[in-house]
């Protein structure tokens, strides 16, 4: 879902920006900067926008002073009106949203989010992609008409095939900036993204952003993408990467898993995530789901745990035996709620797990019938069904268990 939003840039200006919501509850908001010369809409930001929306994660871009549907003069902004059109933005998200907890920053926009950072309490993740290390890298769009700009205070030039002026402030602006600086007190989670074969911002700006932050670091090559991420395939693969990177800072939200292999539909694959203590990926057949255990017990809660997976599957089993049988019956059962509750803690299981356990599992499961029409009869008679539904069973009989190392 997209809502237009205006804002007051720094120069006083309206900016345009628009806010990319999930179709569910939003659990973070995400600010995004573009590219010199770009808009917020290049097709880069739009793909980043989809795969944090898919994990339930908003996201706020917007056109700079002068730039896209934005208001302003672009020859009378500079590299510190940037910085200051994010402040901006910023402020407006926490007066009327929530404030971002993650920042991103497309080439000069990189270099923007990694200024403004600092003046954004809130953030709690910054991604950089194709980002120069200095301000000053984008001269070299205009080294040809220097002279003329220095000389005459300002000229117009041609970037990615269209007309700009470029005034001598803006020279003189992007050549004081120190980014050294900012970038070892940024105090946040990083991650930089860059191509090898940039042919715009060579990779020797990532390296060089990447060994001056500190840890909490990540570096993700792009392989032989370029400079804007053209190609589809780049910018989706650029997005699920930060997607996936940023919900480790801001929670997680469930989610398919698009890279797991390839599961028969009776089949359940469980295999570790890599990210905390527990978590685990869950694959039942063409199903996607997490697991993990709660915060008190080590995990990030990111998913149910154990035990109630296996509650789940006693309640949707009673549940649906129920159903049938009601309609093999042509009973008037409209609906069924089961609640369902372990009582026995995990971590008195683990301490029992290596000698003789005495502890019993006890599971109580409540049922709510829902049918006005129905009789004292029939809904003594469904209690009685619920004892027989398939999962109950193998549960009070015991299932035997093999096991075997996988080659």
């Excluded at 020797?204 to 060994?211: G, L, T, V």
Aim: aromatic share 6%; net charge negative.
């Amino acid at each position: 879902m997209e809502k237009k939003i205006e804002f007051e840039g720094s120069q006083g200006h309206k900016l345009a920006a628009r806010l990319d919501l999930p179709d569910g509850e939003v659990k973070a908001y995400a600010l995004f900067a573009h590219c010199f010369t770009c808009t917020k809409d290049i097709f880069a930001a739009g793909r980043i926008a989809v795969a944090l929306n898919a994990l339930n994660i908003a996201v706020l871009r917007f056109d700079f002073t002068g730039l896209g549907a934005s208001e302003g003069e672009f020859e009378n902004t500079n590299f510190t009106s940037n910085v200051q059109d994010l402040i901006k933005a910023a402020d407006y998200m926490r007066k009327n949203l929530e404030p971002p907890s993650i920042i991103i920053g497309h080439s000069l926009g990189g270099a923007a989010v990694l200024v403004a950072a600092e003046d954004i309490p809130e953030i709690k993740a910054v991604a950089t992609v194709a980002a120069p290390a200095a301000a000053a890298h984008v001269a070299h769009h205009f080294d040809e008409s220097r002279a003329e700009i220095l000389e005459k205070g300002v000229a117009e030039v041609k970037l990615a095939g269209r007309p700009f002026r470029i005034q001598k402030q803006f020279i003189e602006d992007i050549e004081s900036h120190t980014m050294d600086e900012h970038i070892r007190n940024l105090k946040k989670p990083l991650l930089v993204m860059h191509a090898p074969l940039d042919q715009t911002v060579g990779i020797e700006n990532a390296e060089h952003i990447f060994k001056l932050a500190k840890h909490p670091k990540s570096f993700v090559t792009l392989d032989d993408a370029d400079h804007l991420l053209s190609r589809r395939s780049d910018a989706a693969y650029a997005a699920r990467v930060i997607a996936a990177w940023a919900s480790r800072y801001v929670g997680y939200k469930m989610t398919p898993i698009d890279h797991f292999k390839k599961v028969e539909d009776h089949e359940v694959n469980v295999r570790s995530s890599g990210n905390g203590k527990f978590q685990q990926y869950v694959q039942m057949g063409k199903h996607f789901s997490y697991a993990d255990e709660p915060e008190e017990m080590g995990g990030d809660n990111i998913g149910p745990d154990p035990y109630k997976f296996l509650l789940a599957a006693l309640g949707a089993c009673t549940s649906m035996t129920l159903q049938m049988y009601a309609r093999h019956k042509n009973w008037p059962l409209r609906s069924v709620e089961v609640s369902l509750k372990h009582q026995k803690e995990h971590a008195e299981d683990c301490r029992d797990i290596d000698g003789d356990c005495e502890k019993i599992d006890a599971i109580t499961r409540e049922i709510k019938i829902n049918g006005e029409e129905l009789d004292e009869k029939q809904r003594t008679r469904l209690l009685e069904i619920a004892d027989r539904c398939p999962v109950h069973l193998t549960l009070e009989k015991g299932a035997q268990v093999k096991t075997s190392e996988k080659t």
